[in-house]
T-cell receptor, first 114, second 115 residues
Framework: KAGVTQTPRYLIKTRGQQVTLSCSPI?????VSWYQQTPGQGLQFLFE???????NKGNFPGRFSGRQFSNSRSEMNVSTLELGDSALYLC?????????????FGEGSRLTVL | DQQVKQNSPSLSVQEGRISILNCDYT??????FLWYKKYPAEGPTFLIS?????DKNEDGRFTVFLNKSAKHLSLHIVPSQPGDSAVYFC??????????????FGKGTKLTVNP
């Protein structure tokens, strides 16, 4: 079956702009979570959605937001971009929620902020 | 504060030998631990996991050991193969804070297996 699909794969923005990233989970998976990967901080949890509701949120400013649609697809948005937002943004889906199952990650969207 | 630490940024081993990757954690509420492998330009892929009620879990060439009293876990790969060369992330979850969707990751160890 198809894996987690993230679009776009690469994008370049300038400071102050906003960006929207998209994630399509594996078919049947209803939980979608987002992570930011940077060289300095590693992988950090952003937020998680299940049935169109945000279940958990990491320690990121309000400029980072997300949503999930009825078909489980998810988007995340970053407004007023800063240089430090340059990172690989990873989306992951899982079959169960709140459990101990594995996460299936997409290949990520690499954002460069100039 | 880093709750999950991988103190070795890199590790180099010879093909056929054992690779041992280490991970330490500080949060005693973590009840599930996972290892992910990441190749360049790909997302992390799940490798193996262990519940806090166990001290060992084995899957083929991969074994994870958990020492709760020391808050330490390790991943053993025997025998190591060149295809194992990747970045390995240790991750932990607290079932009371969101389960496996809200993972706390270490910064990774880059493993290089030399032919």
């Amino acid at each position: 079956k198809a894996g987690v699909t993230q679009t776009p794969r690469y994008l370049i923005k300038t400071r102050g702009q906003q960006v929207t990233l998209s994630c399509s989970p594996i078919s049947g998976h209803r939980s979608v979570s987002w992570y930011q990967q940077t060289p300095g901080q590693g992988l950090q949890f952003l937020f998680e959605y299940f049935s169109e509701t945000q279940r958990n949120k990491g320690n990121f400013p309000g400029r980072f937001s997300g949503r999930q649609f009825s078909n489980s697809r998810s988007e995340m948005n970053v407004s007023t971009l800063e240089l430090g937002d340059s990172a690989l943004y990873l989306c992951a889906s899982s079959l169960f929620v709140g459990g101990t199952g594995e996460l299936f990650f997409g290949e990520g969207s690499r954002l460069t902020v100039l | 504060d880093q709750q999950v630490k991988q103190n070795s940024p890199s590790l180099s081993v010879q093909e056929g030998r054992i690779s041992i990757l280490n991970c330490d954690y500080t949060n005693s509420m973590f009840d599930y631990f996972l290892w992910y492998k990441k190749y360049p330009a790909e997302g992390p892929t799940f490798l193996i996991s262990i519940s806090s009620i166990k001290d060992k879990n084995e899957d083929g060439r991969f074994t994870v050991f958990l020492n709760k009293s020391a808050k330490h876990l390790s991943l053993h790969i025997v025998p190591s193969q060149p295809g194992d060369s990747a970045v390995y992330f240790c991750a932990a979850s607290d079932g009371t804070q969101g389960g496996s969707e809200k993972l706390v990751f270490g910064k990774g160890t880059k493993l290089t297996v030399n032919p």
